[in-house]
C-alpha cells in the first residue's frame, strides 16, 4: 500500500514560539528521542514531511529536514495528512489508522490531523484544524498538545522514556569497558563506535539511556536517565540527566532537564538546566542559567508575542539558533535569546 504524505501545519500558536519559529518550522524542534517532524511521520507511516503556514520561512534548507511549501490544490494519488506541527503522539499506544475517507484525529478534545482522500480538494489556506465538517469521523489518539517552549522542555522527560522504551532494544552491559559503573535496571542502547571512558557512571534508575552512534563520553561524568545523545555526540564531563540532544553536540558541566537540537557547544563547566537550544548554539565557560524565581513562583516568559505565565515554577532559558553567549554569562529565569544574538559583558541581560 502507498504511503500517504504528510504536510505539518504551523498554526497561528505555533508561529508565536519565539525566539524559534524566526528561523526554523516548528516540526523542526526536537522533543523525546524524535523531532516533531519525525514523530510525525513514523506515526502515520507516510513520506515528505513538508511545512505549511510559515511562508515567512521560505528558503528554510537543512540535511533530513523538511521543506517551506503550500498546500497543493489537491490531496496526492496517495492520500494525505495534515498535521499540526506542535502536536506529539504517544507513539507506543498509537495505531496509525488506514482511513479511506476523511478523518479527524484528536488529542485531549483538540484536532490535531486530518486526513484527506486521494483526489479530495484541499483548503486554499489553512490556519487552524480547529473545527470543520461535524459530519467527519473524529478518532482520539493518545498524546500532547505543546503550547509553548515551556511546554516542551517541561514535558520532555516523560516522552523521552517512552520513545527509548518503545523504540529501543537491549541492554548492553557485556559491551560496556571496564571502569565504567551501570546503575539501574532500565534500558541502556548503545549505537555503533561508541566510546565511554572510564570512571563514567550511567545511572537508569529514573529512566533509560541511549547513545546514538559515534557519541563519545569521557570520564569523571554521570549519565542519568532519561537520556539520549544524537549521533556523534562528545561528553566531557560533569553530571547530565533528563537530556534530548540532537546531533554533533560537546558537553560539559551539570545539565538538567534541556532539550538541545544539535550542532550546539557547551563544552565546558556551567549550569544549563529546564532549558530549550535551538542550533549552533555556543556556550562561552561558566555561563550559568537559573530556572527558579527566589519567591518560587510560577515563571512568565516575555518573548516577541507577548508576555506568557508559563503555570512552571521551574523554567530555564530557550536559546535561539546561533546564539552565542562570552565567558561567565548569567541567564536569569526564563531568559528568552533572539536567534544570532551574541551576549557578552558583566551585567545579566535583561
Same mark, same amino acid.
Given at each position: 500500500?502507498?504511503?500517504?504524505?504528510?504536510?505539518?501545519?504551523?498554526?497561528?500558536?505555533?508561529?508565536?514560539?519565539?525566539?524559534?519559529?524566526?528561523?526554523?518550522? @516548528?516540526?523542526?524542534?526536537?522533543?523525546?528521542?524524535?523531532?516533531?517532524?519525525?514523530?510525525?511521520?513514523?506515526?502515520?507511516?507516510?513520506?515528505?514531511? /513538508?511545512?505549511?503556514?510559515?511562508?515567512?520561512?521560505?528558503?528554510?534548507?537543512?540535511?533530513?529536514?523538511?521543506?517551506? =511549501?503550500?498546500?497543493?490544490?489537491?490531496?496526492?494519488?496517495?492520500?494525505?495528512?495534515?498535521?499540526?506541527?506542535?502536536?506529539?503522539?504517544?507513539?507506543?499506544?498509537?495505531?496509525?489508522?488506514?482511513?479511506?475517507?476523511?478523518?479527524?484525529?484528536? @488529542?485531549?478534545?483538540?484536532?490535531?490531523?486530518?486526513?484527506?482522500?486521494?483526489?479530495?480538494?484541499?483548503? /486554499? *489556506?489553512?490556519? *487552524?484544524?480547529?473545527?470543520?465538517?461535524?459530519?467527519?469521523?473524529?478518532?482520539?489518539?493518545?498524546?500532547?498538545?505543546?503550547?509553548?517552549?515551556?511546554?516542551?522542555?517541561?514535558?520532555?522527560?516523560?516522552?523521552?522514556?517512552? /520513545?527509548?522504551?518503545?523504540? +529501543?532494544?537491549?541492554?548492553?552491559?557485556?559491551?560496556?569497558?571496564?571502569?565504567?559503573?551501570?546503575?539501574?535496571?532500565?534500558?541502556?542502547?548503545?549505537?555503533?563506535?561508541?566510546? @565511554?571512558?572510564?570512571?563514567?557512571?550511567?545511572?537508569?534508575?529514573?529512566?533509560? @539511556?541511549?547513545?546514538?552512534?559515534? +557519541?563519545?563520553?569521557?570520564?569523571?561524568?554521570?549519565?542519568?536517565?532519561?537520556?539520549?545523545?544524537?549521533?556523534?555526540?562528545?561528553?566531557?564531563?560533569?553530571?547530565?540527566?533528563?537530556?534530548?540532544?540532537?546531533?554533533? +553536540?560537546?558537553?560539559?558541566?551539570?545539565? /538538567? *532537564? %534541556?532539550?538541545?537540537?544539535?550542532?550546539?557547544?557547551?563544552?565546558?563547566?556551567?549550569?544549563?538546566?529546564?532549558?530549550?537550544?535551538?542550533?549552533?548554539?555556543?556556550?562561552?565557560?561558566?555561563? %550559568?542559567?537559573?530556572?527558579?524565581?527566589?519567591?518560587?513562583?510560577?515563571?512568565?516568559?516575555?518573548?516577541? *508575542?507577548?508576555?506568557?505565565?508559563?503555570?512552571?515554577?521551574?523554567?530555564?532559558?530557550?536559546?535561539?539558533?546561533?546564539?552565542? =553567549?562570552?565567558?561567565?554569562?548569567?541567564?536569569?529565569?526564563?531568559?528568552?535569546?533572539?536567534?544570532?544574538?551574541?551576549?557578552?559583558?558583566?551585567?545579566?541581560?535583561?
Amino acid at each position: 500500500m502507498s504511503k500517504p504524505t504528510v504536510f505539518l501545519l504551523d498554526d497561528a500558536v505555533a508561529a508565536g514560539w519565539s525566539p524559534f519559529a524566526e528561523t526554523r518550522p @516548528i516540526g523542526e524542534l526536537r522533543f523525546g528521542a524524535l523531532t516533531l517532524r519525525e514523530r510525525a511521520l513514523l506515526a502515520l507511516g507516510g513520506t515528505g514531511g /513538508d511545512h505549511v503556514g510559515c511562508a515567512c520561512l521560505e528558503g528554510f534548507e537543512e540535511p533530513d529536514a523538511g521543506a517551506i =511549501t503550500e498546500l497543493p490544490s489537491h490531496a496526492p494519488s496517495t492520500g494525505c495528512w495534515v498535521w499540526l506541527s506542535r502536536a506529539a503522539v504517544d507513539l507506543a499506544a498509537f495505531v496509525a489508522p488506514t482511513p479511506s475517507a476523511p478523518l479527524t484525529l484528536r @488529542i485531549d478534545s483538540e484536532d490535531v490531523a486530518r486526513y484527506y482522500a486521494p483526489g479530495a480538494a484541499l483548503p /486554499d *489556506s489553512l490556519e *487552524s484544524l480547529d473545527g470543520g465538517e461535524e459530519s467527519v469521523p473524529r478518532q482520539e489518539i493518545a498524546g500532547v498538545v505543546l503550547n509553548g517552549p515551556w511546554d516542551l522542555v517541561e514535558a520532555n522527560a516523560r516522552c523521552l522514556t517512552a /520513545d527509548l522504551l518503545h523504540l +529501543c532494544a537491549g541492554r548492553f552491559e557485556d559491551a560496556l569497558p571496564a571502569g565504567v559503573q551501570l546503575v539501574g535496571e532500565s534500558l541502556v542502547s548503545l549505537g555503533a563506535d561508541v566510546e @565511554i571512558g572510564p570512571g563514567v557512571i550511567l545511572d537508569t534508575r529514573n529512566g533509560p @539511556i541511549r547513545l546514538d552512534d559515534g +557519541c563519545t563520553v569521557d570520564g569523571p561524568a554521570r549519565l542519568v536517565g532519561p537520556l539520549h545523545l544524537g549521533p556523534g555526540c562528545s561528553v566531557f564531563g560533569g553530571h547530565l540527566g533528563a537530556l534530548s540532544v540532537g546531533p554533533r +553536540c560537546k558537553l560539559r558541566g551539570e545539565i /538538567d *532537564s %534541556t532539550v538541545i537540537c544539535g550542532f550546539s557547544n557547551k563544552a565546558h563547566d556551567g549550569y544549563l538546566g529546564h532549558a530549550l537550544l535551538g542550533r549552533w548554539v555556543n556556550l562561552g565557560a561558566m555561563t %550559568t542559567n537559573s530556572d527558579l524565581k527566589n519567591n518560587y513562583s510560577q515563571v512568565r516568559v516575555s518573548t516577541g *508575542s507577548g508576555n506568557h505565565d508559563t503555570g512552571l515554577m521551574k523554567v530555564g532559558v530557550f536559546l535561539g539558533d546561533h546564539v552565542k =553567549t562570552g565567558i561567565g554569562t548569567l541567564l536569569n529565569t526564563g531568559t528568552a535569546v533572539g536567534a544570532g544574538s551574541n551576549l557578552f559583558g558583566g551585567s545579566m541581560p535583561p
